[in-house]
């Protein structure tokens, strides 16, 4: 699956962090007062609330909120977009996407809800409520993902959109990588990459999950899982086992590093099954040149490496089987061709 969401990455970061360490004199915050309406506070900015388009843009802030604190939901989204468009670089422009964004949510218009929210880190990077943005962002997504049905209008129910889910959720992570919400978004990205069959995009999130958060309280269960993953794609022993021999690696990797974990038995367990199917493929090819090919020099290398890989299981007790047959079928051979008073001669036949 495509994650058009990556293409923000660690440049929205940047630009984020510049904003953020720019001083406060470049950022106003605005307070909400019921009797008073909006207030500027602090920053540069502030000067606009002196001007025309300031006091129109605060009068329809005005109105919008007191609509939204009214329950007229469809007028204060009607008068927060009107200053959207209007007062587009204003400082009432990031409220009135963050306000116009938490009604939409509540209406299941979550596309149009996340977009505004997008809105916010793109265009106003220096809004001082940053970390409930992101919330908002994961919660929409995570909702889609669980299945939610958006409604059209407000009203409609929609199909379910899980694959907006994810890309909302690798979104967040692209718009804030080293944000709390970046190693959530990631695991719960895997699981909805699961859901919809996609597992090479799960295990990518998964790896990506270890790779850059390696001290997260996450980090064991992403080994965990991505270990689960890579052993739920072999077919069975006459199949390649590469992901078999990664999934073993990652099940040792978790004993390693996280012995004290709940899920060590599951991670145990998980090296003996993996063990047991990389032993049982270098069964199947000895038995083929022992049965198919009475090679049995090949088969001896083939039951031999099974018994190397996992000597203790019930495969290494057969492949062991195996090669006292082999010894015994070749010490009749040799016995039956004369070994102990040399080689017999040719024979002839006449027909």
Do not use: C
Request: aromatic share 12%; no cysteine.
């Amino acid at each position: 699956m495509p994650v058009p969401a990556r293409r923000i990455g660690f440049l929205t970061t940047l630009v984020v962090l510049w904003a953020l360490a720019a001083g406060a004199w470049v950022r106003a915050d605005l307070v909400w007062e019921p009797a008073t309406g909006w207030r500027v506070e602090g920053g540069a900015l502030a000067a606009f609330n002196a001007s025309a388009d300031g006091q129109n843009a605060k009068a329809l802030m005005d109105e919008a909120r007191r609509a939204e604190d009214a329950g007229e939901v469809r007028q204060a989204l009607r008068l927060y977009n009107r200053v959207i468009k209007k007062y587009g670089s204003s400082v009432f422009a990031p409220e009135a996407l963050y306000r116009s964004a938490h009604l939409y949510e509540g209406r299941s218009q979550f596309n149009r809800a996340f977009r505004n929210l997008q809105r916010i880190v793109t265009e106003h990077p220096a809004y001082p409520r940053f970390t409930e943005v992101l919330g908002a962002q994961y919660r929409i997504a995570t909702r889609l993902v669980q299945g939610e049905r958006p409604r059209y209008w407000g009203v409609v129910p929609g199909f379910r959109q899980r694959e907006k889910g994810i890309e909302g959720l690798e979104t967040v992570v692209g718009n804030a990588p080293f944000s709390e919400y970046a190693p959530i978004a990631l695991m719960n990205a895997a699981a909805a990459y699961k859901r919809v069959r996609d597992r090479d995009a799960a295990i990518d999130a998964l790896d990506r999950m270890i790779n850059n958060y390696p001290e997260s309280f996450l980090t064991p269960d992403a080994y965990l899982k991505l270990a689960l993953t890579q052993a739920s794609i072999t077919q069975g022993p006459p199949y390649d086992q590469a992901s078999t021999q990664l999934a073993l690696t990652y099940f040792q990797d978790f004993l390693i590093l996280f012995p004290g974990e709940a899920d060590v038995p599951v991670a145990v367990q998980g090296v003996d099954d993996a063990r047991t199917m990389l032993s049982e493929s270098r069964m199947v090819m000895g038995d083929f040149y022992f049965r198919h090919r009475s090679n049995y020099t090949a088969a001896r290398v083939f039951y031999n490496e099974a018994i190397t890989i996992f000597p203790e299981s019930p495969v290494a007790d057969r492949a062991r089987q195996l090669l006292a047959t082999i010894d015994r079928i070749e010490a009749g051979e040799a016995e039956g061709r004369g070994v102990r008073g040399g080689p017999r001669g040719k024979r002839f036949w006449v027909f």
